[in-house]
């Protein structure tokens, strides 16, 4: 158990819907990173906070938004979904904001849009 | 840009043997750490191992060691005594430091370890 924590597990929704996954890192930790994982793409980095403000932006979609809190969580925001937006989605922590910092990974949120 | 790559898509191995995945990179940094994830069926990203690349020596993690070659910028993992546990999808992975002061990790293709009994 690495300590970082996401919810829900599992999210099945219709093309058109809007969801919001949820991630709260691990205790003491400042930075949240969320990844995309899915079978054509391989694992693709989506956003990284540190300490509530954006950090990092990777190729990620105008219909996807997110916030780190100030008690540290964070939501990852998927609008208008989209078939293609199927996926596994990684929430992970670390203490620090830099390259240096070690990453330590949730369990995932799968997302089935039907 | 730093690019990651496996290129083993799949491997086997017998229970108990060793085994070595392979990884390379490229960065025009000169200090930074290198990462081995490992993603069994349950899809969980689980830390195998990590290397700082100003340390000489190689990392070690019970049965889980790298061969770090800087200067071919090579990030191979051996896996010694292999169990059936070790079965899973093995991602190589590089922390990129941006200019925004945040980092994004870049991830190889993976290789998919089967070990048999």
């Known amino acids: 158990d690495s300590g970082v924590t996401q919810t829900p597990k599992h999210l099945i929704t219709a093309t058109g819907q809007r969801v919001t996954l949820r991630c709260s890192p691990r205790?003491?930790?400042?930075?949240v990173y969320w990844y995309q994982q899915s079978l054509d793409q391989g694992l693709q980095f989506l956003i990284h906070?540190?300490?509530?403000?954006?950090?990092a932006k990777g190729n990620i979609l105008e219909r996807f938004s997110a916030q780190q809190f100030p008690d540290l969580h964070s939501e990852l925001n998927l609008s208008s979904l989209e078939l293609g937006d199927s996926a596994l989605y990684f929430c992970?922590?670390?203490?620090?904001?830099?390259?240096?910092?070690?990453?330590?990974f949730g369990p995932g949120t799968r997302l089935t849009v039907l | 840009a730093q690019t990651v790559t496996q290129s083993q898509p799949e491997m086997s191995v017998q229970e108990a043997e060793t085994v070595t995945l392979s990884c390379t990179y490229d960065?025009?940094?000169?200090?930074?750490?290198l990462f081995w994830y490992k993603q069994p069926p349950s899809r969980q990203m689980i830390l195998v191992i990590r290397?700082?690349?100003?340390?000489?020596q190689n990392a070690t993690e019970n049965r889980f060691s790298v061969n770090f070659q800087k200067a071919a910028k090579s990030f191979s993992l051996k896996i010694s005594d292999s169990q059936l546990g070790d079965a899973a999808m093995y991602f190589c992975?590089?922390?990129?430091?941006?200019?925004?002061?945040?980092?994004?990790?870049?991830f190889g293709e993976g290789t998919q370890l089967t070990v048999n009994p």
């Open positions: 906070y540190y300490n509530g403000e954006e950090r």
């Open positions: 992970a922590s670390s203490v620090g904001r830099t390259s240096k910092d070690t990453q330590y």
């Open positions: 205790s003491g930790d400042l930075s």
């Open positions: 992975a590089y922390p990129a430091p941006l200019e925004t002061s945040g980092s994004r990790l870049t």
């Open positions: 290397q700082e690349a100003y340390k000489q």
């Open positions: 960065t025009s940094e000169s200090d930074y750490y």
